[in-house]
């Protein structure tokens, strides 16, 4: 399974976003300034307090929120609403309840154009990577949180998107399985190395999890922080490490005084 | 007491096994008591006969195929019209549904043409197209298209906005979009609109038969009620009322139970 | 108040539009007054209706029908309801009977009932009383027997019984449901009533659109159509909508089943 991805950099320059809002009667600005490079096969944490703007940032990666300033580039090509090269995994998972767990992961090979097939085969292909290929006939909804979310992230990889973008997507599954898929998805990212977009407001998961935590606040990048903790990375050896711990608390202090 | 307990113990395990048995069986005690009061002559016998009066003007309309043909030109007009008013009002939902300017365009046009009814046009249906299937098949299509188009706006609307970036971030179309995501995801609102619709238009095809028609269900009962022959209005009543019942039931109901379930939709 | 006089104004806006290409399309195919009237006709019509009276005789007539029927039916439907439903096992056993009938509510029985009743008053008001009956009781009966048991036991060991019980916790916890079928009844009462106004009497609305008929005054027909939509409008919206509101949406309830 090699990464089959192409040399593809995201570069956000200046970005902002201003909206009417009705009930304030006013303008609001969700985010001010931002400029963030993103480098092919980078695993990148997106942290900071409910407010700071981060899911705001994500929608306009992804396309679905237009910007009000600056630009946002995959590879000097400026993006165009939403598409299949930006990859998106959801907190509420997002999966099509009446279509089954294989046909959901065969949505985006189908969308472009792939016969029947052959998509079936991807999907396979992508459910044994989190080792749910005897589930692919099953339907969304008989499946628990945790694997429903697996599900999700892999639809999103078959699709072989230039960035996977991942808003919160373990906020909604209990703790112990948010550790069991933390684990895969960095297992996952060693094997295939996409470039990921992971927002949290989980410090202990951002740090955890990247290559880099940027640490957004009111709008704006207080700190983009290289971490550069060993790989493979599990939950029982880190949690006793200094060099997490204090990569931890850093990233706490600086999302505390925002 | 423990043996009127034992027996209803017995017949909710006959009934669980067969479910029909329980819808069945409330009618027993009203048939029974019907037959009685006709029977002891309560209200005068041409006003009220007996069940078994209905059975015999049953068995005798069939007989001479009547009974049949009206059942058979009630039922396909109502085909008709419904299907009509489904090819208009299912794609007029999804527009509602899906674009906020035309939504607030049409809505209150909508329920204000929704406020006068479906036998209020009839009179001017008359007037336009005289007494003529084209007129009853319009009442029909009217009444059945706001159900519709009500609830398959309701049901579009109802897809969340996550299914939606979903798929456009998996490189479908907006068109793809509407097909894929939002036809399919608000599939139980559009069946409860079917059934609602149906109902509606079922009443109405027998409103306007009784007023203007010339063959059906509906103007059986109005021709035996000027001939005074009160047997064949029960039996058109009875007629109508176990049809619809059993479709109800046994085939929409279920149809929209299952979607509802399946799509994991429905939180009862 | 700003707020609701905008949307007010944003509700009639689309209606105020159609209006204007009502006249229109009448005016440039130059419609014949025979197949469509123009809004001057109808407003004439209006005119005269009032004038002579006859436009309120049969206003009056048909929400009298409306308002004998309904009340009789929801004062003798509600109670009925109510005892049927707080027995699981009664209200399972006539559940179907109910759906049955519901199902012939109103306009079916018109035949039978000018038959009983002859033509007029009572007729019409039998079919209205018959349209509410079925659903209002029905929906009833789902109300009540869909109170969770847990609720009537935590009232009952909060030391409520008898007619506490029924008031502080059956009628409000059914009254979603009952809210709900009184509007529908309320809907098919009205249509029914047109209906029947059409063939069993000769005042009330349906029989002044019927006999407009008669003699091609379109202009009588759209004019009473108007009417009736308004009506129903008033009703539903200035009624029965703030009722459902102010009721269930504010005790955060959910209507089940």
Known sequence: ?258 | MMILLKAWSVYLRIAAKFPIIQTILPFIPLVIAWALVTEYEVFPRAFLPGPVDVINAFGTLTYKGVLTQYLEDSVVRLAVGASVGVAIGIPLGLLIGLSDRVREAVWPILLFFQAIGDIAWLPILLVWFGFSLTTMTLIIVYTVLFPIVLNTSLGVRSVSTDLHRAALSLGASKLRVVWEVVLPGALPNIMTGLRNGLGYGWRALIATEIIVGTSGIGFMMFDARRAGSVVEILLGMVVLGTLWYVVDSWVLAPIERATGKRWGLVTQ | MTQRLYSAFKFALPLILLLIFWEFCVQFFQVNARVFPSIEAVFNAGVEAVKDGSIFAHIVASLGRVAVGTLLAVVVSIPLGVAMGLNPIVSDFLSPLFRFFSVLAGIAWIPIATLWFGYGFGAITFVIFNAVFFVVTYNTLLGVASIPMPLRNAAASLGANGWTLLTQVILPGALPNIVTGIRTGLGFAWRGLIAAEMIATNVGLGYMLFLARDFYKTEVIVLGMIIIGLIWLAIDRLILAPVERATIERWGMVRRA
């Open chain 1, 1 to 258: 399974m090699g990464s089959g991805y192409a040399m593809k950099n995201l570069t956000i320059q200046n970005v902002s976003k201003t909206y009417f809002d009705p009930y304030a009667g006013a303008n609001v600005t969700a985010v001010h300034d931002i400029s963030l490079k993103v480098n092919q096969g980078e695993f990148i944490s997106i942290v900071g307090p409910s407010g700071c703007g981060k899911t705001t940032l994500l929608n306009m990666i992804a396309g679905f929120l237009p910007i009000s300033g600056g630009s946002i580039n995959i590879d000097d090509k400026p993006i165009k609403g939403p598409g299949a090269d930006r990859g998106v995994v959801f907190q509420t998972f997002a999966l099509f309840p009446w279509k089954t767990v294989g046909e959901n992961v065969g949505f985006g090979p189908r969308m472009r154009g792939l016969p029947k097939k052959e998509c079936d085969q991807i999907a396979l292909e992508f459910l044994s990577l989190v080792g749910l290929e005897h589930v692919a006939q099953k339907y969304p909804n008989e499946l628990s949180g945790g694997m429903q979310q697996r599900v999700g992230v892999v639809r999103a990889l078959a699709n072989n998107p230039d960035v996977l973008l991942m808003d919160e997507p373990f906020a909604s599954v209990d703790a112990q399985t948010r550790m069991t898929l933390q684990e895969e998805l960095t297992k996952i990212w060693q094997e295939r190395r996409p470039t990921i977009l992971f927002i949290t407001h989980d410090v202990a998961e951002s740090v955890f999890l990247a290559d880099r935590v940027v640490v957004l606040s009111k709008g704006r990048v207080l700190e983009d922080m290289p971490i550069q903790l060993q790989r493979p990375r599990v939950w029982e050896n880190l949690i006793e490490d200094d060099a997490f711990k204090a990569l931890s608390s850093q990233v706490l202090s600086k999302v505390r005084s925002a």
